[in-house]
């Protein structure tokens, strides 16, 4: 079955720290890969997408993602966090055949706390 | 360009009434999705529509209708609202650019809805 796992709940850094944001799916073919940003109050936004080719892939706002197909994993990163960046973070993995196609299957989300 | 637009974008009801929330986007997309958010849960898919004239369930559709009569509009009721029902509620949409492919999901800014 297809899962998205975000295993930190909440992480602070401080600001102009790097900052990275774990992710792990379970998906039976090569997926389809999303991080999403959400602020207060507010819907999602896409930051940055995986469908093929290479592995790491810019976003918007300065975040990057590298698909590691090996582990599993999509991880985003950013290497100096800046005060506005405080938000939740979804990993989502979409279906890419059959019965899933279209549906997208997110993470529990990650909240990130920055610190002055 | 409007995007994806829900109303209302607050509603509370009392148990047992029920309530039709609005999603209507202008991007021609052929995937409408309902989505629920709850604390610590991320985003559950309720039901979802991969055309007009056509819906199917998600993760966590009981209790919940949804209808597409037309490309651009997808309606989520509820027939006797519940405090279980006290949540978030998203909509979005998305395309297909090639046969086989989806894009990512363009989200609504959300419904909140609290069930007393």
């Known amino acids: 079955a297809q899962s998205v796992t975000q295993p930190d709940i909440h992480i602070t850094v401080s600001e102009g720290a790097s900052l990275e944001l774990r992710c792990n799916y379970s998906?039976?073919?090569?997926?389809?890969l999303f991080w999403y940003v959400q602020s207060p109050g507010q819907g999602l936004q896409l930051l940055l997408k995986?469908?093929?080719?290479?592995?790491l892939v810019q976003g918007i706002k300065g975040f990057e993602a590298e698909f590691k197909r090996s582990q599993s994993s999509f991880n985003l990163r950013k290497p100096s966090v800046h005060w506005s960046d405080a938000a939740e973070y979804f990993c989502?993995?979409?279906?890419?055949?059959?019965?899933?196609?279209?549906?997208?299957?997110f993470g529990r989300g990650t909240q990130l706390t920055v610190w002055p | 360009n409007a995007g994806v637009t829900q109303t209302p974008k607050f509603r509370v009801l009392k148990t047992g009434q029920s309530m039709t929330l609005l999603c209507a986007q202008d991007?021609?997309?052929?995937?409408m999705y309902w989505y629920r958010q709850d604390p610590g849960m991320g985003l559950r898919l309720i039901h979802y529509?991969?055309?007009?004239?056509?819906?199917a369930k998600g993760e966590v559709p009981d209790g919940y209708n949804v209808s597409r009569l037309k490309k651009q509009n997808f309606l989520l009721g509820l027939e006797s609202a519940a405090p279980s029902q006290t949540s978030v509620y998203f909509c979005?949409?998305?395309?297909?650019?090639?046969?086989?492919?989806?894009?990512?999901?363009?989200f609504g800014q959300g419904t909140r809805l609290t069930v007393v």
């Open positions: 998906y039976g073919a090569t997926p389809y």
């Open positions: 989502a993995v979409g279906g890419n055949r059959g019965s899933t196609l279209g549906r997208l299957y």
């Open positions: 979005a949409s998305s395309y297909t650019p090639v046969r086989g492919m989806v894009t990512e999901a363009f």
């Open positions: 995986y469908f093929s080719g290479d592995t």
């Open positions: 529509s991969v055309g007009e004239g056509t819906t």
């Open positions: 991007m021609n997309h052929e995937y």
